[in-house]
């Protein structure tokens, strides 16, 4: 099965009945989590009752990105004691985070942490990453394997160097935080729907996610059609794309 699923759709908080940033990738049995925000844990373990995935990536610290983590590390050490650690691969800033969520047990002894600037390689997934804009260093990472391509901005500001990213790619998934008119204050962390289309060039399909609670859907996705040509869906926790 190659796959990626939807685990969390909001920025900053996650409205009811919803979660933060978190994606599930799966490649032919290897299981890649990227983020795990606000309340994606429980849909994680939906799919993973022990937390029994190969990897993890975390773009940065914020935690509508990363609070969870935390949980999936107590989940591995009551449910999985003996299990090795999971590979854990952040942007500085998180491990600390984690830490002062939750010391006892340390989560560099759940998780296997590196550094996701210098990651090359994730289990089958050849692995890019860009520092993208954002009020913390933001890692957008793409993750390819044969027949199949991956990105995500994590958050980001306009920037060339989603192009990089998006760059043949099957499914770009990118942070539309915002509607409407690009904000003409400087400097940028969050993109508009349109301005993700625009990064988005050179990708077949377009994502949106990191919707600010309460935003209208379907307007983000008709604002990014104007721009992207190929197929653009709203993130919907549940959503399961194959490849």
């Known amino acids: 099965m190659r796959a990626l699923t939807v685990l969390g759709s909001c920025g900053a908080w996650p409205e009811a009945g919803r979660a933060c940033a978190g994606f599930l990738l799966e490649y032919d049995g290897f299981r890649v989590v990227l983020d795990l925000g606000y ?74 942490v590196h550094d996701l600037a210098s990651t090359t390689r994730i289990g089958p997934f050849e692995v890019l990453t860009v520092e993208l804009p954002h009020y913390k260093t933001n890692l957008g990472v793409r993750l390819s ?22 760059a043949g790619t099957d499914l770009f ?13 400087q400097p940028r962390y969050v993109m508009t729907a349109a301005e993700a289309a625009e990064g988005a060039r050179g ?8 919707f600010w609670p309460g935003s209208d859907r379907s307007v983000s996705v008709a604002e ?15 959503l399961r794309l194959t490849f």
């Open 173 to 185: 998934i990118s942070d539309a935080t915002l509607q409407g008119p690009s904000p003409q204050t």
């Open 203 to 210: 990708a077949s399909r377009l994502l949106l996610t990191h």
């Open 39 to 112: 309340a994606a844990l429980p849909r994680l373990l939906e799919h993973c009752p022990t937390g029994e995935v190969d990897a993890v990536v975390v773009t940065h610290q914020h935690p509508d990105h990363c609070v969870d983590v935390s949980g999936l590390a107590r989940v591995r050490y009551y449910e999985a004691p003996d299990a090795p650690p999971v590979p854990l691969h952040c942007a500085p800033g998180v491990l600390d985070v984690l830490r002062a969520l939750e010391p006892h047990p340390d989560p560099a002894d759940v998780f296997a």
């Open 224 to 238: 990014a059609k104007r721009v992207f040509d190929g197929e653009v869906l709203a993130a919907e926790e549940g």
């Open 145 to 166: 394997a044969p027949g199949m391509s991956v990105a995500y901005t994590g958050d980001s500001g306009p920037s060339p160097e989603l192009s990089r990213l998006a």
